[in-house]
């Protein structure tokens, strides 16, 4: 196996550094993953810089050679590094020694972490390869945004309102010139580092322009758009820009596929947002993170269509990403064609795509050269032969050119008046599938929960005819470029089951920087549970449902539910009442401090204290219900993010205030002398008739403002704001605890005399520990929705382990969807199954029974230990050739009859 020479390894602050000769696994081009042995001729008086070096670098072994020593550095099997100094007559003794078995070529390859195709996730990589490899990203990214950034500025886009709209217009045209070289430029630089214009060449090309034109012959027609149409538009100085931060500086010696897709998001970013026309249509702003395809493509179960059947479409297939992860996908699996020209063609004949934009597949192209480069002359990764450039509406079985037996795809979220776009896709993607073909869609969150724009029909249509294996539920900004949209994705397969299967869910609410980023980057999808739906109605896909055991009332039967209201925008709020007016005090959520729950009428605007009160100063009014604004009342935000500490947003106002219509007033029903329906227990009713109207306010704003109860209330939520039909059917226990009445109490008396609120509050924790007691102390698992969540450091913690394979298969799920009843081969315990909770990463086709084989964290040795880390089993892989018949399972196995 030769070696790669003069590899150009990052290095953090300074240049790269070439090194004289690096093996790696199986021979493929060199990447963070996969650096096995390094040799290099090193003066004396820079050994110990070396040491360093090669102690940083994500090598397992190297070897330095200098005038005066040969000295071995190498990690043992534990992750210790040990270090050995060999006199040059006995290196060749040394390396064949017993000790030093972790030399020879067999065992490198044995200690094998680079992948073979994108669909490997870095299941094994050292923390010495996971650090370098952040580090390396950041260092990359903060080149690529000090060339672009230093390109735009240099091209600078004139203030509106000194310069003509032709001149504006002029410089945005030509920023979307530099873009497009700078994307094409990395990508030649890539190239280059990666040694597809030969490894004799030791010095990057540091001139846009020659590198381009060198790169045109070689790959597809982005570059010549690039070279011909953009250049010509940038001055020296933009170029020099570019060449100063992607040149020699750096280097992409040891980039992989994901890296490069990173880069590229952030490259479309920066494209001015007014810049238009069909002349940047190259330049997509459909984008898919590679981490999330490749879970959509890994966590479908492929396995259970024949290879000949599994053509997988993605109709619009913008920049790509599921087009790469589908043919990851195919290339990993073991029962395509082993010839490699017969593989190539397999692969490139069962992926397939299609965007209406005449240009996608130049981006397409482009990134699968690069991860060809990424992944090495050793992995097949053919572009797709059928690729297309029509309208999916207008596709139908007749005149596709392709059989699809899969459909994954990312289609347009926009809003055709009352129509959403993507419901009607789905509707058309159905029309193209047989039984037992199978699709993954990304779709806007909304369509969980969505009442109109045929959404209702469309989830109706997948409920009765197709099979749920799970969905996915994903923050704003987690997939598309700066998108401001949460999502949602739904696996599943067409034909209805004879019986009602269970479906996982997946969920992340947080917003925070570091948990989206490792959505975007490596593919975390949260936590899970597990529902059963044989109706139209998903709900329990939204948030993990509670499973009560007590008796429960609808908030609407206690309660009478009302908006507040909002004033004219010609009679805005004022500091004082104007005379002979009616006015009533106003209040609004921006005044609402989160961690209280008592609404205080001083934080509100001297300039915006009152509002004219009556038809003619109000947008809506509703003034029957007048007099119910001055008494006190429960305060519960409409508009408020599932997304936050306390999505419910109760407060208690003693005041009178008047609230604007994104806040409900909640009352006592018989307080507002509206008539409820009596469905509770005659006990129950009793007792409550017997509680005044203001403990009757304690006690509810006491279970809304419990953890409990908000979780509950995010069931069948929209992402932005609860209805008063939701608010109104939330649940209550038919048991009234007077510790709620008390402790809100308490707490409402605190923030009256705005005391300060001790850390930790042990009045808010007897609080939650009451509510839950009041409903029976249920089973519920809470998805955290600020910060960062407890169960994304457990998965970190997970991902860098030595793991050992192991078989199993889920025997039972338990009737509350809180259990499963695992079987599972490899254990140190006496019985082979048990009784264990949800474990996150099982994909939902193994709910079914089906036989798996996955990867265990080495240091897991009973169903008790993984009881406690659920996360240590990942990388679920479905039973291969499922669809083998008796007869041809006797052949494939060379068994007689």
């Known amino acids: ?53 090669l102690r940083d670098w994500p090598f397992r072994a190297g070897l330095l050679v200098s005038d005066e020593m040969y000295l071995l550095q190498y990690y043992e099997p534990s992750g210790k590094l040990e270090e050995l100094e060999i006199e040059p007559d006995s290196l060749a003794v040394e390396l064949t020694a017993p000790r030093s078995r972790l030399f020879t070529p067999k065992a490198l390859a044995e200690f094998r972490t680079g992948q073979l195709s994108l669909a490997d996730l870095e299941e094994s990589i050292s923390e010495n390869s996971f650090s370098f490899i952040l580090r390396q990203r950041a260092e990359l990214d903060k080149a690529f945004q000090e060339a672009i950034r230093g390109a735009l500025e240099e091209i600078g886009v004139p203030n509106q309102r000194t310069h003509p709209q032709s001149v504006i217009s002029s410089r945005i045209q030509i920023a979307g010139h530099a873009i ?131 053509v997988i479409f993605d ?64 992995v097949t990764f053919p572009f797709p032969y059928h690729f297309s450039h029509q309208d999916y509406n207008k596709l139908n079985r007749e005149n596709m050119g392709i059989k699809p037996r899969v459909v994954v795809a990312n289609p347009p979220f926009a809003e055709d008046g009352n129509t959403q776009r993507a419901a009607k896709f789905i509707e058309r993607a159905l029309s193209w599938l047989e039984e037992e073909a199978q699709f993954a869609f990304i779709l806007p969150q909304s369509f969980l929960t969505g009442s109109t724009h045929g959404i209702p029909n469309t989830r109706r249509l997948i409920t009765e005819n197709c099979q749920i294996f799970e969905v996915w539920q994903c923050p704003e900004k987690a997939i598309g470029i700066d998108a401001e ?70 908030l609407g039967n206690l309660f009478f539910v009302f908006n507040g209201v909002t004033p004219s925008k010609n009679y805005k709020p004022v500091s004082q009442c104007p005379p002979n007016t009616e006015c009533k005090l106003n209040w609004r959520m921006k005044w609402r401090d989160t961690n209280r729950i008592w609404a205080d009428p001083d934080r509100v605007g001297e300039e915006e204290r009152w509002i004219r009160y009556g038809k003619e100063f109000l947008h809506t009014a509703v003034l029957n219900n007048s007099y119910l604004f001055d008494l006190p009342k429960i305060l519960v935000g409409r508009k408020v993010n599932r997304g936050s500490l306390y999505p419910l947003a109760a407060q208690l106002d003693t005041t009178g205030l008047c609230p604007d219509n994104n806040i409900f007033c909640i009352f006592p029903a018989k307080q507002a002398g509206k008539s409820t329906k009596a469905l509770g227990s005659q006990q129950f009713l009793k ?14 704003l006491g279970i809304l403002a419990s953890k409990i109860v908000n979780a509950l209330s995010l069931i069948g939520r929209k992402t932005h704001e609860i209805t008063s039909d939701e608010l109104c059917k939330l649940l209550l226990p038919q048991k009234i605890d007077r510790r709620i009445i008390d402790i809100t109490r308490q707490i409402v008396e605190r923030d009256q005399q705005r005391l300060e609120i001790p850390k930790p509050d042990d009045l808010r924790r007897q609080l939650d520990e009451i509510v839950e007691e009041s409903y029976g102390n249920p089973h519920w698992i809470e998805i955290k929705r600020t910060g960062e969540p407890p169960e994304l450091e457990l998965w970190k913690s997970e991902r860098t382990k030595p793991t050992f394979i192991v078989r199993g298969q889920v025997l039972e799920v338990s009737q509350d969807n809180n259990q499963i009843h695992l079987y599972l081969s490899g254990l140190l315990d006496d019985n082979r199954a048990d009784w264990m909770p949800i474990l996150p990463e099982m994909p939902g086709w193994a709910l079914d029974g089906t036989v798996f084989k996955a990867e265990l964290s080495q240091d897991v040795e009973t169903f008790a230990e993984l009881a406690k880390r659920p996360w240590a089993i990942r990388q679920f892989r479905h039973t291969p050739r499922p669809y083998l018949t008796d007869d041809e399972l006797r052949e494939e196995l060379g068994i007689e009859e």
């Open 687 to 700: 007792e409550w008739n017997t509680l005044s109207y203001q403990e009757q306010r304690l006690w509810l």
């Open 485 to 554: 949209q949460a999502v949602c994705i739904v696996l599943g397969q067409v034909g209805k089951p004879k019986i009602i299967i269970p479906s996982a869910a997946r969920a992340v609410f947080s917003r925070q920087k570091d948990t989206v980023s490792n959505i975007c980057n490596n593919g975390f999808l949260g936590n899970q549970w597990i529902t059963r739906s044989n109706s139209d109605n998903w709900e329990f896909f939204t948030a993990p449902p509670v499973s009560m055991q007590i008796p429960t009332i609808p």
């Open 315 to 378: 109709p619009a297939a913008g920049s790509g990403s599921l087009l790469l992860a589908a043919t990851s996908r195919l290339a990993g699996m073991s029962d395509i064609p082993e010839d490699i020209n017969e593989r190539n063609t397999y692969l490139a004949q069962h992926v397939a795509g299609n965007d209406l934009d005449q240009y996608a597949d130049l981006i397409t192209q482009l990134r699968y050269t690069l991860a060809r480069e990424s992944l090495g002359e050793a």
């Open 1 to 53: 196996m030769q070696p790669h020479r003069n590899v150009r390894i990052p290095v953090a602050g300074n240049d790269p550094v070439a090194v004289n000769g690096i093996w790696t696994d199986y021979g493929l081009r060199p990447s963070a993953t996969n650096l096995a042995f390094m040799v290099q001729a090193v003066p004396p008086q820079e050994m110990d810089q070396w040491k360093r070096w």
């Open 180 to 310: 497009r070289v700078a994307i094409a430029y990395l990508a030649a630089r890539i190239l280059e580092d990666k040694g597809s214009f030969g490894s004799d060449l030791l010095i990057p090309t540091n001139d846009p322009r020659i590198l381009l034109d060198r790169t045109v012959s070689r790959a597809n027609g982005f570059f010549k758009k690039a070279l011909e149409e953009s250049i010509p538009h940038l001055g020296d100085r933009v170029l020099q820009h570019l060449a100063a931060n992607l040149g020699s500086r750096v280097s992409f010696a040891l980039v992989d596929h994901k890296d490069v897709g990173l880069l590229y998001e952030r490259a479309i970013k920066e494209l001015p947002r007014d810049i238009g026309g069909t002349d940047w249509s190259d330049l997509q702003r459909h984008y898919t993170p590679i981490a999330i395809a490749e879970r959509m493509l890994e966590l479908l179960p492929l396995e259970r269509l024949r290879p000949e059947d599994r």
